[in-house]
T-cell receptor
């Protein structure tokens, strides 16, 4: 079963706009990770946020984590056409299943 | 550093045939994962190894799927016999320590069962 669920399932924006994707999960976690997948390719790690962190930045990426609401958001600022991809959140739990478990993804289309 | 290597990249087989996929993780990585990704869906974990021990195989269909990690390094995933619904991309990933560190993915093997 999927631990994380992303919202929205699909997002289309213009180049230069910001894109926000949300992830909700069910069980307590050690960390939450975001990955990107270009069509037909493997997944690429973007950022990892630990359960005791609330916000993290990496370049144009900003991730927030709210453990009380069991949710996270990924913000991509000043989007580019090259950001077009599917974005997945993945969680590692310390209760129950340890395994790194992925959500269903948000498909982002950035129009040039 | 070299990435996660997977082979073959593509495979087409008939239903009821068997198939095997191979994965060579990044050197020194203790954790190895096999995921199944059906088109339009997120990766679904099949099995997670820590060195050569199994951490989680709760979603591995054990009547037809098997996996092993030789000497805690390379891994093979086998399907026997294959069904039409096994058509998917099979992704291998590795991480240095555990599920609490970033995972590096291979390019995947696209399996088509006809």
């Amino acid at each position: 079963s999927q631990q994380g669920e992303e919202d929205p399932q699909a997002l289309s924006i213009q180049e230069g706009e910001n894109a926000t994707m949300n992830c909700s999960y069910k069980t307590s976690i050690n960390n939450l990770q975001w990955y990107r997948q270009n069509s037909g390719r493997g997944l690429v790690h973007l950022i990892l946020i630990r359960s005791n962190e609330r916000e993290k930045h990496s370049g144009r990426l900003r991730v927030t984590l709210d453990t009380s609401k069991k949710s996270s958001s990924l913000l991509i600022t000043a989007s580019r056409a090259a950001d077009t991809a599917s974005y997945f959140c993945a969680t590692a739990s310390y209760t129950g299943r340890r395994a790194l478990t992925f959500g269903s993804g948000t498909r982002l289309q950035v129009q040039p | 550093e070299a990435g996660v290597a997977q082979s073959p990249r593509y495979k087409i087989i008939e239903k009821r045939q068997s198939v095997a996929f191979w994965c060579n993780p990044i050197s020194g990585h203790a954790t190895l994962y096999w995921y199944q990704q059906i088109l339009g869906q997120g990766p679904k974990l099949l099995i997670q190894f820590q060195n050569n021990g199994v951490v989680d195989d709760s979603q591995l269909p054990k009547d037809r799927f098997s996996a092993e990690r030789l000497k805690g390094v390379d891994s093979t995933l086998k399907i026997q016999p294959a069904k039409l619904e096994d058509s998917a991309v099979y992704l291998c990933a590795s991480s240095l320590i555990s599920e609490n560190t970033e995972a590096f993915f291979g390019q995947g093997t696209r399996l088509t069962v006809v």
